[in-house]
Nanobody, 122 residues
Framework: QVQLVESGGGLVQPGGSLRLSCAAS????????MGWYRQAPGKERESVAR???????NYGDSVKGRFTISRDNAKNTVYLQMNSLKPEDTALYYC????????????????WGQGTQVTVSS
C-alpha cells in the first residue's frame, strides 16, 4: 500500500510565501515523475508543476517565475516553494506521483494525496 501525505498549506497574505511538502511512503519500488495540481472551487483541477526523477521540471503558465518544485529522491518527497502568492492561487493543492510498487515493479501507476488547502487573502 502506498500513501502520499501533503503538508504545509495554510492562510497567507497576498505577496507571501508557503512551502508545501509531500512524502510518499509504503511499498514503493520506484518513483518516476512527481507533481503538484490544484483545484479551486468551481474550477477543474490544473497542473501546477511537475518534476521527473532526473530533475527536469515544467510549470503551469500562471505560476512560472513564482513557484519552484524540487524533490529529495532519498526521502521520496517533493516540495513546492510558492512565492509572491496571489488570491487566485487559492485552491486545494494535491500531490501526485507516478510510481511502481514492490508487488508490481514494472507498472507505473498514478497515486494522489488527500490535498492541502492554500488560502491567499488579506
Amino acid at each position: 500500500q502506498v500513501q502520499l501525505v501533503e503538508s504545509g498549506g495554510g492562510l497567507v497574505q497576498p505577496g507571501g510565501s508557503l512551502r508545501l511538502s509531500c512524502a510518499a511512503s509504503g511499498s514503493i519500488f520506484s518513483i518516476n515523475a512527481m507533481g503538484w495540481y490544484r483545484q479551486a472551487p468551481g474550477k477543474e483541477r490544473e497542473s501546477v508543476a511537475r518534476i521527473t526523477s532526473g530533475g527536469n521540471t515544467n510549470y503551469g503558465d500562471s505560476v512560472k517565475g513564482r513557484f519552484t518544485i524540487s524533490r529529495d529522491n532519498a526521502k521520496n518527497t517533493v516540495y513546492l516553494q510558492m512565492n509572491s502568492l496571489k488570491p487566485e492561487d487559492t485552491a486545494l493543492y494535491y500531490c501526485n506521483a507516478d510510481l511502481a510498487t514492490t508487488t508490481n515493479p514494472y507498472r507505473l501507476q498514478a497515486y494522489w494525496g488527500q490535498g492541502t488547502q492554500v488560502t491567499v487573502s488579506s
